[in-house]
């Protein structure tokens, strides 16, 4: 069974060049999930390393396949200097650890929320995952295993996560760019939704 996590990293470095910081989180009956931060001029990119170590189960399976299943790692961007961004690496260790803990599949449209502020003073509790393969392509793995996504995380106010449980994600994604919309400014308004 081959190690996936430091060809994940080796991904990411290549992508976004070498990590100025990290840091490892571990909940009970979990693996350590690792977030790892990048700095390219004004924009900060938060990793999570460790969510693709296994696959990806359907909580309704009898039992977890070991090779085959989805895998996954989160990304999230933010402009630098804004907010204490920083302080998202619990919040990304605790979505990143969810398929462990909750038996989820994470998957593109899908809206993850941790219930309290991403970082202190946050619009933002919950977030909606976007589309892989722009930032950091997709990493191919020996068959029978999935490649591993690199899923983009992007920040949603609570109005914005109510629309999209109406809307769908393809609409709320077409909102924000109708409007411009900076989804990496950490202190960003809601989207007009009427």
Do not use: C
């Not at 039992?63 to 907010?83: M, T």
């Amino acid at each position: 069974m081959v190690d996936v996590l430091p060809l994940v990293e080796a991904r990411l470095t290549t992508a976004l060049g070498a990590p100025d910081a990290r840091a490892a989180v571990t909940f009970l009956g979990t693996d350590r999930i690792e977030v790892l931060r990048f700095q390219e001029g004004d924009v900060l990119r938060y990793a999570t390393l460790g969510m693709s170590a296994h696959p990806m189960t359907d909580p309704t399976a009898v039992f977890a396949d070991p090779v085959e299943g989805p895998r996954a790692e989160l990304v999230l961007s933010v402009r630098a200097g804004l907010a204490d961004t920083d302080k998202v690496l619990r919040p990304l260790a605790v979505l990143a650890a969810s398929p462990q803990v909750e038996g989820l599949i994470v998957t593109p449209g899908a809206s993850l929320d941790v219930g309290d502020p991403l970082w202190p003073g946050a619009p933002f509790s919950s977030v909606l995952v976007g589309e892989p393969g722009g930032l950091v392509e997709d990493l191919e793995l020996d068959d029978p295993m999935e490649p591993v996504r690199f899923l983009p995380l992007l920040p949603m106010t609570p109005n914005e996560a109510a629309w999209k449980r109406v809307h769908g994600a393809q609409a709320l994604q077409e909102r924000w760019l109708a409007n411009g919309t900076d989804l990496r400014d950490p202190a960003r308004k809601s989207v007009p939704l009427d």
